[in-house]
Nanobody
């Protein structure tokens, strides 16, 4: 089990910045990647950015050049620095950890864990 607590959302004007944080606890040794997803009202949850254990990052086209994901492995924390925010970035942002799952030594596959979500609202 992995427990995620995300924070840092808020209300900001268009062009402003926010920094989201997510702290992982529990069985963090099997985490293979961490990232951020978002869900706007009436829309499906979508990937924002991910960071694998190998240091490979992946961004949605809509946030490239504006958002930066980073990890502090010593603190089991992932961050999302969001600059040049736009009204269309308004959503609930969820931290994600993808974990290799094992039971009694048997590999079960990958499991996704989610934070509780933090609201980001960008006013025009």
């Amino acid at each position: 089990q992995v427990h995620l607590v995300d924070s840092g959302g808020g209300l900001v004007q268009s062009g402003g910045s926010l920094r989201l944080s997510c702290v992982a606890s529990g069985n963090t040794v099997n985490i293979m990647s961490m990232g951020w997803y978002r869900q706007a009202p009436g829309k499906q949850r979508e990937l924002v950015a991910t960071d694998s254990n190998g240091g490979n990052t992946n961004y949605a086209d809509s946030v490239k050049g504006r958002f930066t994901i980073s990890r502090d492995n010593a603190k089991n924390t992932v961050y999302l620095q969001m600059n040049m925010l736009k009204p269309e970035d308004t959503a609930v942002y969820y931290c994600n950890a993808r974990v290799h799952a094992y039971h009694l030594g048997t590999y079960l596959g990958q499991i996704d864990y989610w934070g509780q979500g933090t609201q980001v609202t960008v006013s025009s």
